[in-house]
């Protein structure tokens, strides 16, 4: 008798864990279960259109690193299958994949389409069923196996997949089968500040800034880029996920400090003090001394350092030198918000990861039943490191699920 797999989710995970399955075991019934008209979606909209696959990090211990929550269980995983793996398996399937110069992996192509394609067409001719509009509505366990009850009828299955990706409400079906679920916070967003320091200078960056957050450990740097709402780029966002639960705490009520130019105060105020020497005549606010702050910026620090406009270097005080060198090097605005990154909206949450068997992705709590993706309680930063963690453990569970029955006894 053919062993009754079902998955639910037709995201990432979902499709990587039924193929993967269906390769290893032929002889394997599998159904995806998708509440949606199409499947893939995020895959689809990701990196601009064009799919972030993975990154270019192939040690492991490196790229637990990128994980702010599900660093120390995904270091066993990415030792069975991680980047290196990740190109390969495209590539075995006629998609070649290119390394960019931030690191980041894309498709040859430019388009997530054919990542898609690639996907779908390699579930279609490993016999993988997929069904769109069915909504599960209940999971019970039933004798030794799962009834799944969708909007368009049950299914019962031998073991069961749970592939849904950030779902609140899928998290409440979880929770009834006693896996405990981590309340959701938002993991990957700018942040919102109204000052009139950066207000009127969108679109300027800095090339390396250190940014933390005032009144805890976490701190980033990288580069930083100004925007029409506040301050995003990589060291804000990777900050914004190391940190999500301490700012879901404050209500994103919080202070934020930025060094423009990732240098000790004392070192910065050296050099102005030198300037001052070397440049009695000029006017301060006219040209940035220093070549990673743009001018525009430069010309709102001075000024809030209480430097005027029309003031030159001989005709300023110590005081506001050390001022202008605070400026520079510990800039605090006070934030209040946050916003989405794009339309990659990464979620801390989810199953909690103590009663997960990371060797095979499989429940602790109940037997044959598997999970793999964001549904965990596992995000990372941005740069094509959830979609691995998409792709590590849709792998293992699948390989997990296409063992028969009697094979994969026992956690």
Same mark, same amino acid.
């Given at each position: 008798? @053919?062993?009754?797999?079902?998955?639910?989710?037709?995201?990432? /995970?979902? $499709?990587?864990?039924?193929?993967?399955?269906?390769? =290893? =075991?032929?002889?394997?019934?599998?159904?995806?279960?998708?509440?949606?008209?199409?499947?893939?979606?995020?895959?689809?909209?990701?990196?601009?259109?064009?799919?972030?696959? +993975?990154?270019?990090?192939?040690?492991?211990?490196?790229?637990?690193?990128?994980?702010?929550?599900?660093?120390?269980?995904?270091?066993?995983?990415?030792?069975?299958?991680?980047?290196?793996?990740?190109?390969?398996?495209?590539?075995?399937?006629?998609?070649?994949? *290119?390394?960019?110069?931030?690191?980041?992996?894309?498709?040859?192509?430019?388009?997530?389409? !054919?990542?898609?394609?690639?996907?779908?067409?390699? #579930?279609?001719?490993?016999?993988?069923?997929?069904?769109?509009?069915?909504?599960?509505?209940?999971?019970?366990?039933?004798?030794?196996?799962?009834?799944?009850?969708?909007?368009?009828?049950?299914?019962?299955?031998? @073991?069961?997949?749970?592939? !849904?990706?950030?779902?609140?409400? $899928?998290?409440?079906?979880?929770?009834?089968?006693?896996?405990?679920?981590?309340?959701?916070?938002?993991?990957?967003? +700018?942040?919102?500040? =109204?000052?009139?320091?950066?207000?009127?200078?969108?679109?300027?960056?800095?090339?390396?800034?250190?940014?933390?957050?005032?009144?805890?450990?976490?701190?980033?740097?990288?580069?930083?880029?100004?925007?029409?709402?506040?301050?995003?780029?990589?060291?804000?966002?990777?900050?914004? #996920?190391?940190?999500?639960?301490?700012?879901?705490?404050?209500?994103?009520?919080?202070?934020?400090?930025?060094?423009?130019?990732?240098?000790?105060?004392?070192?910065?105020?050296?050099?102005?003090?030198?300037?001052?020497?070397?440049?009695?005549?000029?006017?301060?606010?006219? @040209?940035? %001394?220093?070549?990673?702050?743009?001018?525009?910026?430069?010309?709102?620090?001075?000024?809030?350092?209480?430097?005027?406009?029309?003031?030159?270097?001989?005709?300023?005080?110590?005081?506001?030198?050390?001022?202008? /060198?605070?400026?520079?090097?510990?800039? %605090?605005? =006070?934030?209040?918000?946050?916003?989405?990154? *794009?339309?990659?909206? %990464? !979620? /801390?949450?989810?199953?909690?990861? *103590?009663?997960?068997? $990371?060797?095979?992705?499989?429940?602790?709590?109940?037997?044959?039943? &598997? $999970?793999?993706?964001?549904?965990?309680?596992?995000?990372?930063?941005?740069?094509?490191?959830?979609?691995?963690?998409?792709? +590590?453990?849709? &792998?293992?569970?699948?390989?997990?699920?296409?063992?028969?029955?009697?094979?994969?006894?026992?956690?």
């Amino acid at each position: 008798m @053919k062993q009754k797999i079902i998955i639910i989710g037709g995201g990432a /995970a979902g $499709f990587f864990a039924a193929i993967n399955c269906a390769e =290893n =075991n032929p002889d394997t019934e599998i159904i995806i279960l998708e509440k949606g008209k199409e499947v893939l979606q995020k895959v689809k909209v990701s990196g601009g259109g064009r799919c972030n696959v +993975t990154h270019a990090c192939f040690d492991p211990k490196e790229l637990v690193e990128f994980y702010p929550r599900g660093k120390k269980e995904l270091l066993g995983p990415f030792h069975q299958f991680m980047t290196g793996e990740t190109m390969q398996w495209f590539e075995d399937r006629s998609v070649p994949l *290119k390394i960019e110069a931030d690191n980041r992996i894309f498709p040859e192509s430019n388009s997530s389409q !054919t990542i898609v394609d690639c996907l779908v067409g390699s #579930a279609e001719k490993s016999g993988v069923q997929v069904k769109l509009g069915h909504r599960v509505e209940a999971i019970k366990k039933e004798d030794n196996q799962w009834k799944i009850s969708t909007n368009k009828g049950d299914f019962l299955a031998d @073991k069961l997949l749970i592939a !849904t990706g950030s779902s609140p409400k $899928f998290w409440e079906l979880i929770s009834k089968l006693g896996h405990t679920i981590i309340p959701p916070v938002p993991s990957l967003f +700018t942040f919102k500040i =109204n000052d009139k320091r950066i207000k009127e200078i969108p679109g300027v960056s800095v090339p390396n800034a250190i940014v933390s957050l005032v009144g805890s450990k976490f701190e980033n740097n990288g580069p930083l880029l100004i925007t029409h709402w506040g301050i995003s780029g990589p060291a804000v966002l990777k900050l914004s #996920a190391f940190g999500a639960l301490f700012l879901a705490e404050k209500d994103y009520q919080y202070n934020v400090k930025i060094n423009w130019l990732s240098k000790p105060l004392s070192m910065v105020l050296t050099k102005l003090k030198i300037l001052k020497r070397e440049n009695p005549k000029k006017q301060v606010v006219i @040209k940035s %001394v220093f070549k990673d702050i743009p001018k525009r910026l430069w010309e709102n620090l001075v000024l809030a350092a209480e430097i005027k406009q029309e003031q030159r270097w001989a005709d300023t005080s110590n005081k506001q030198l050390e001022n202008l /060198a605070n400026q520079l090097t510990n800039t %605090v605005f =006070n934030a209040n918000g946050k916003t989405t990154f *794009k339309e990659e909206f %990464v !979620t /801390a949450g989810g199953v909690a990861l *103590k009663e997960i068997n $990371f060797k095979r992705f499989e429940s602790k709590i109940h037997q044959n039943l &598997f $999970f793999a993706g964001e549904v965990l309680n596992i995000d990372a930063i941005t740069g094509g490191f959830n979609f691995q963690n998409a792709w +590590t453990g849709g &792998f293992i569970a699948g390989k997990s699920l296409s063992l028969t029955l009697s094979e994969g006894e026992g956690n």
